[in-house]
Each structure stands twice: as C-alpha cells, then as structure tokens.
C-alpha cells in the first residue's frame, strides 16, 4: 500500500548477476516443485506462508534498491519455472526509467499465460501484486509481509495453479509483479503509459495490497474489495468465488481512498475494470513489525483461493461485463460500513476510542441503519457516511 507521496531517492547501483542467480536460486530452491495433483488446483497454505517468509527475509532488504533488483530475478525465475511466456518481448522485465521526483529505476516483471480460445486469447486477465516495499529507513529492516509480500504470495500460488491446471484458459492472463508501488505508483503508472498490450484488451485488472492481516487489528477474517461499482455484474462472481469460505467480503467504492492508494489506480484512471483486494491497514503497517509470523494464513489462504476462482472464471467466461462510468454504490456498501463501524464499537477500548470518535460512530451507525432499513442508499447520505469513515480511519487505525 503506497503511503504519502515521496521524496528523491538514491539510485540503485547494479548488481552482480552471479550473487542474482546464486540468491535467487537458493530461496526459490525453498518451494517444492512436486506437490500431489489434487493440491496443484488451488493456492495452497504452506506454500503461500514460504513465499511470505521468503520475501520477507533480511536477504531481500525489504524490497527496495538491491533487494528489489533480487526480488525481480525471483519472480524471473518463478516465471520461468511455472513455463510462462515473456510479457515484454523476450523478457520478463519491463525497466521503469528513473524520474523526479523519485529518481530511482524500477522493474517491473510480467509474464503471460496464453489462452487457449482462438478468439478470446487476444483478451487478458490481468492479475497483479507490488512487490516493493520500503527497505530500511534509517538503517532498520522493514520486511512488509503483509505489504506487500502476502499479494505476491498469492499472485505466484495463483500463477502455479493457473499454469498447471489440466485445461489451459480461454483468455489469456497476465501475471504482474509491480515495482515502486510505495514511491507513488511508479510501476504501474509507467506499465499503464507503456503497455506492451493495448489496455482495451484487458478485460479485467486484479491486484491485491495487504491480504495477510486485519483492519485495525480488529476487522479479522475479512477482506475488502472496490472497484465493483464500476462492474456491478461481478458482484455475484464475487460472492460465488468466496462462497463457503471462511471469509467475509466487504464490499466498497474506491472514493473511500481520497487518492488511488495501490496500484488499481492507473488502471482505474484509464477505465479498465479493476477490482482490488485488501484487509486493509493494521497497526504493523509501515513499521519493523510487519513480519511474516504475525500474518492470518489461513485468512490469506481464503482470500487467495477466492481471487484464484475469480481469475479463473474471468478467464474462461463467454463475455465480461464492461466499465460503466455511471458508479453503482449497492446498499452492500452500507452493510460493509456498519458491520465495520460495529466492529470499532466493540472494541473501543483495544482501539482507545475517544467520546468524539464515539459520538462520531455512533451518529454514522444511525444513518447506515436508516439506509439498510430502507433498502436504499442516498448519495446525500453515502457522502456523510464515507467523510465519516474517512475521519475514522485516519484517526482511529
Ligand atoms: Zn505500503
């Protein structure tokens, strides 16, 4: 999840391609390449708990600078691996040339699963994750298992299931690890400037930020999605995906983020349905502390074997719905907000709630009631919600 705009940063020097390959082969080396058949078919525990841990390690120096460069050479070799073509040409790596304000190269790694439909191969599910993070401000490690470790996890354990599935899908799908998400979007504002596919042909843009703890610390077993409202008729996909799950799904509109806070944002500003997952802020986000042993695997596991079914089905659907300008903001979103709200309520102490966040809570709850009640949501209403929310949030998390 990329924070406030920064400042300039030193450019990465290069690396030694001997030490990429020596690094990357031994903790790629860590994931078992033989697993029975039935468990191929959907993004399993363990293997999303080694990819975390492996991606949080010292060794990656919290994916910035040389250890971002190392990173890239792992997901090359997953890539490789998994036998996916090369997204940009024949590489795997699309470089992001250093600009001001941030002033450092990135990488961006994508590679292609073709699909098998002779029509519907020339569309493409996009399904990514950024695998940067913040290195090691003033000297101290920050790992960011949770940002964003846990949605590689998930992209490479849904790239494997997708890759070795028995059937190919009808559409292709792309699989992208972004680079320079925290120093503003980078990798993915540059991708979307310089697609090495034309963005009409994406059908559909997935990206997942942060799947691995709780809002708050609080908000446990759930994870939130936006983007729906611009492609209301993935709801019930949704639903369907995470049916029968330990999983609550909330969803809610992307303009509850005041800015584009992950990388959907280019992808939105341009018009390509996106959904984005996320159990949104905890309170290891952006510290030391956001290490792999605190994340919910089994919670992650839900979240990634439900983007896995969505993928999938996406894929393989006769036809997808198209963006709609018009934003549709179901009474769903209501629910999500109160049941939330409550969620704070209850725990008011643990999260040391003042009487005018209270006040603040509770004023919103009678609105949100109101409107459940009544079945219908009024923008009037929803803008005093979300300012609400807003409020909450920063204050509160
Ligand atoms: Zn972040």
């Known amino acids: 999840m990329r924070d406030a705009p920064i400042g300039s940063r030193k450019r990465v020097s290069g690396l030694s391609s001997i030490l990429l390959v020596v690094a990357s082969a031994?903790?790629?080396?860590?994931?078992?390449?033989?697993?029975?058949?039935?468990?191929?078919?959907?993004?399993?525990?363990d293997r999303l708990e080694r990819w975390v841990k492996i991606l949080a390690a010292p060794e990656l120096e919290g994916r910035r600078g040389e250890g971002a460069r190392r990173t890239a050479a792992m997901?090359?070799?997953?890539?490789?691996?998994?036998?996916?073509?090369?997204?940009?040409?024949?590489?795997?790596?699309?470089?992001?040339?250093?600009?001001?304000?941030?002033?450092?190269?990135?990488?961006?790694?994508?590679?292609?699963?073709?699909g098998s439909d002779p029509v519907l191969r020339d569309?493409?599910?996009i399904l990514s994750a950024h695998y940067d993070h913040l290195g090691k401000p003033n000297g101290v490690l920050h790992p960011g298992a949770d940002d964003n470790a846990s949605g590689v996890a998930m992209m490479l354990e849904a790239a494997r299931c997708l890759a070795t599935a028995p059937e190919p899908p009808k559409r292709s799908i792309l699989f992208i690890g972004f680079d320079l998400e925290e120093a503003g979007l980078y990798g993915s504002r540059y991708y979307a400037a310089n697609p090495p596919i034309p963005l009409e042909k994406v059908a559909l843009f997935i990206t997942a930020d942060m799947i691995g703890r709780s809002l708050g610390g609080v908000c446990d077993g759930w994870v939130f999605v936006m983007g729906s409202e611009h492609v209301p008729a993935l709801r019930p996909w949704i639903a369907e995906?995470?049916?029968?799950?330990?999983?609550?799904?909330?969803?809610?509109g992307a303009d509850l983020l005041l800015l584009n806070r992950s990388d959907y944002g280019p992808f939105r500003n341009r018009k390509v349905p996106f959904l984005f997952f996320s159990t949104?802020?905890?309170?290891?986000?952006?510290?030391?502390?956001?290490?792999?042993?605190?994340?919910?695997?089994?919670t992650m596991t839900e979240i990634s074997r439900t983007v896995h079914n969505l993928v999938e089905r996406a894929a393989d659907a006769p036809s997808l719905p198209k963006w709609s300008d018009k934003v549709d903001h179901p009474v769903e979103e209501a629910l999500t907000l109160r049941d939330v709200l409550r969620v704070m309520s209850a725990n008011q102490e643990a999260l040391k709630i003042n009487t005018a966040q209270s006040f603040l809570i509770n004023r919103t709850l009678r609105t949100l009631d109101g409107a459940i009640e009544r079945g219908r949501y009024e923008p009037s209403e929803r803008a005093g919600v979300l300012q609400a929310a807003r409020i909450l949030i920063m204050t509160t998390f």
């Open 123 to 125: 569309e493409y599910v």
């Open 241 to 252: 995906a995470a049916e029968n799950r330990h999983l609550t799904i909330g969803l809610l």
């Open 280 to 298: 949104g802020e905890s309170p290891a986000y952006h510290t030391p502390d956001d290490v792999p042993e605190t994340l919910d695997y089994a």
């Open 75 to 114: 997901l090359v070799e997953e890539f490789g691996r998994l036998k996916l073509e090369p997204l940009f040409g024949d590489q795997y790596v699309q470089v992001v040339p250093s600009a001001p304000p941030a002033n450092v190269e990135g990488r961006n790694v994508g590679a292609i699963l073709r």
């Open 26 to 45: 031994s903790l790629a080396a860590a994931i078992p390449g033989t697993a029975r058949a039935a468990e191929l078919l959907q993004p399993d525990r």
